[in-house]
């Protein structure tokens, strides 16, 4: 009897029929891993950007849920970008090994875009109440004692155009003030409109922000969590769509291999 070769090239269905070819899924991919790839970059971006835009004035927190946030983006948007590889050595060598790898990944990178997230929208609605708990002690226990808070206290001043953490008045209790008598200041020389040296000596000077920063500084931060989170739980869904892809795939070319091998045995 012949051998299915005898009568010229076998044509072994599974790999190239229909839209759910092995091939066709293989371009899916392919195109799922471009957007996969800004996705991580712009997720990369905003953690940069979160860190170096806003590093100074995360000092004043009291709580590390930001910073781990910030770093949460970071890690995985360089995260994304090492993972894209894998996925499209899968695709092209039609591997499934690396395809489920590449699955495992993006469902741990979904969890991790869902936990950032839930941290960005919970924090969002926490953080003026912590601000209000902490900024002002902040202020009072630090200035002039530590550089970094230091800077960031006078330019959260200038900045946000105010003084204190609930007024100007909170001065009059910190450190610097109490601990130092040959200090005449009211306030910091930063809380002065027009800032030159001893410009906020005057005990009521007209020349002074009044409106403590409590109130900028939440609304500041929360802007940016509310991005943070959309960014977070917009791009999480697209991972949803590469897990069910990639595992689609890997079960194509489990399916040819063995049809391949059954036929030709």
Known sequence: ????????PVRVRGKDDGCCSVTFLRY??????FIFWLSGAAILG?????????????TLLTSGTYPATTFLLIGTGSLILLVGIIGCCGAWRENRGCLMTYASFL??????EAV???????????????????????MQDNYMLDTTKTAAINNLHQEFKCCGAFSFQDWGDSRWLTGNPDVNNSTP???????????AISDHPSNIYYEGCVVELSLYFKEHLIVVGAVAFGFSCL?????????????????????SSSYYS
């Open 239 to 259: 991972q949803l769509f590469g897990i069910v892809f990639s595992c689609c795939l890997a079960k194509k070319i489990s399916d040819f291999k063995q049809r």
């Open 189 to 199: 020389d930063s809380c002065c409109k027009t800032v030159s040296f001893g410009c």
């Open 46 to 58: 905003v953690g940069l950007w979160t860190y170096f835009a806003k590093h100074s004035y995360i």
């Open 107 to 112: 469902l741990l990178i979904f969890l991790l």
């Open 1 to 8: 009897m012949n051998s299915p070769s005898s009568y010229g």
């Open 116 to 138: 950032i997230g839930i941290l960005a929208y919970v924090y969002e609605d926490t953080i003026h109440d912590e601000l209000g708990l902490g900024l002002k002690r902040t």
């Open 28 to 33: 899916v991919l392919f195109v799922f891993n």
